[in-house]
């Protein structure tokens, strides 16, 4: 292989070539997606035949009273001592219903490091949960969820609540909270809550 390229020539030709297939399923919302592993399965041989080579590492950074995990993949041109480096960061939850505090930070870790090294090799992860059917099924589940009467309505048990966080992101919730104009999932009814659990299980 020529040597003479510089290292964005050599990122852009790893860009063009890398296919990182969604080898995972989640049984849960019906849908296929790509991990770090998937990504850095694919990554590693492009980059050794373009003369590079991909680190990944991961930092804690504390951000007033809340954990984040900072990943860092940089690319390494063996030609010329350059290198490219993208962060990701991804904020650790208080705590994950069955999971430890070792566990929690891991799946962040993991979370991090695939965003990182999307931004380094340009890919878009935004269709892995949203196709068109997906996104038609969300919308109609948000407006059934604003629409749902609130006046006088029973209010939400506390074991919904811990399903609802079990299965949405937090800044799904948060998104979520924002249309109904509440400030916390113990002010919605259990009509919205049961309307959110059955849109995420639907998938």
């Excluded at 030709?13 to 770090?36: D, H, M, T, W």
């Excluded at 590492?57 to 990943?71: F, L, N, W």
């Excluded at 892995?128 to 059917?133: M, V």
Aim: charged residues 30%; neutral net charge.
């Amino acid at each position: 292989m020529e040597t003479n390229k510089n290292i964005y020539e050599k990122l852009s030709l790893i860009q063009v070539e890398l296919k990182a297939p969604k080898n995972q399923y989640n049984s849960f919302g019906k849908y296929k997606y790509r991990n770090c592993e998937d990504i850095l399965e694919s990554a590693k041989p492009i980059c050794n035949k373009n003369r590079t080579t991909l680190t990944i590492h991961d930092d804690i950074v504390v951000k007033g009273e809340r954990y984040y995990v900072e990943a860092t993949a940089t690319l390494f041109d063996w030609d010329s001592n350059n290198e490219i480096t993208v962060r990701a960061l991804a904020r650790e939850e208080d705590s994950k219903k069955g999971m430890d505090a070792s566990q929690v930070t891991g799946a962040t870790s993991s979370y991090a490091r695939k965003y990182a090294l999307n931004g380094l090799f340009n890919i878009d992860d935004t269709k892995d949960t949203d196709t068109e059917e997906h996104q038609s099924q969300k919308k109609a589940s948000e407006q059934q969820v604003e629409q749902a009467p609130q006046q006088n309505a029973p209010k939400v048990t506390a074991k919904q609540v811990e399903l609802i966080k079990g299965l949405y992101k937090e800044n799904e919730i948060t998104n979520m909270l924002t249309r109904l104009k509440v400030s916390s999932l113990e002010e919605i009814t259990i009509e919205q809550a049961s309307t959110m659990i059955k849109a995420r299980k639907k998938g």
